[in-house]
């Protein structure tokens, strides 16, 4: 199993206090504003996601709002696990009931590279992980420097600068960059995932990886487009494993079929999931 590592914090010996001080300041906080605009007196309230503003509607038609954000979402710091940079991959040990607590570096942190999207294969052999490389900002994915999510380079959102890699799963391993599955230079390739699945030829084992690319399809995908105005499609690479294998173990991947309902205005497409049983989903 992967996770990315947690450890048991340690609280300050003075916490009861500092928990007993904010709890206070919460209520007089919370005494001045139904002293001012009546915060006991709400009919309902509402989120708007877009606007970053919570709406609260009170007795007598009267409105408050406040800013708002959702954890983990965008912002302009770029504190969430998207925006950051410098990311390393780690590993812990774990079982079906729980993962322990000896999370270790498997990919460290590196100057100018952010590493990101590890999957694991079902036999917990390899991880599959991508990395992306510090450029100029905005990233030639992204339309513009201020309106696009994800804009800066050398970050794990959709990055042209993202690469295929693989590792084993082991102390001091070396990663290896997948050229024949990456392709092109520019191409973003990323969210990568192991299928379930994996077969032998010739006495080496087969692993397939899917994963999101912005290169072109001969003519009928993002043929002869500007890197913003590209569409993410999924796509398959082989990956073998063996005694005799030197240097890159990819194949050049295939386009997945029928993955856009309308080939002529294609869809941005992204983190494939592998599934065992296919269910048709009628209408």
Known sequence: MI??????????????????????????KTDAHRAVWGLDHIQRWDLSQDAGELVFSLTGGMKAT?????????????????MKRGGQIVIADGDPASIRDNARPLVPRA??????YPSISNDSKLVVFNQSTCGSVPDVNRATADS?????????YDDSTSTLWIVKPSPGATATRLDNANGPAGSGNSWPRFS????????????????????????QVNYNASPSATKPQLWISAVR??????????????WM???NPKQMSPQGNHV???????VVIEG
């Not at 406040?66 to 998207?82: R, S």
């Not at 699945?197 to 899917?210: E, M, P, W």
């Not at 494939?272 to 296919?278: A, C, D, I, N």
């Open 196 to 219: 379930p699945d994996k077969g032998n030829f010739r006495g080496d084992l087969i692993y397939s990886v899917a994963f999101s690319s912005r290169r072109a399809y001969g003519s």
């Open 148 to 156: 696009q999510y994800g804009n800066q380079s050398c970050d794990g």
């Open 66 to 82: 406040a800013p708002a954000q959702i954890i983990g979402t965008y912002n302009t710091d770029g504190l969430n696990g998207d």
């Open 111 to 116: 100057n100018g590279v952010t590493n990101f």
């Open 3 to 28: 996770a990315f590592g947690q450890g048991n914090a340690q609280l300050p010996p003075d916490f009861p206090t500092l928990q007993k001080v904010a709890i206070e300041e919460l209520k007089l």
């Open 241 to 254: 494993t063996g005694e005799n294998i030197v240097g890159d173990p990819s194949w050049a991947p295939v």
């Open 272 to 278: 494939p999931q592998w599934v065992k049983v296919v």
């Open 257 to 259: 079929p029928t993955q």
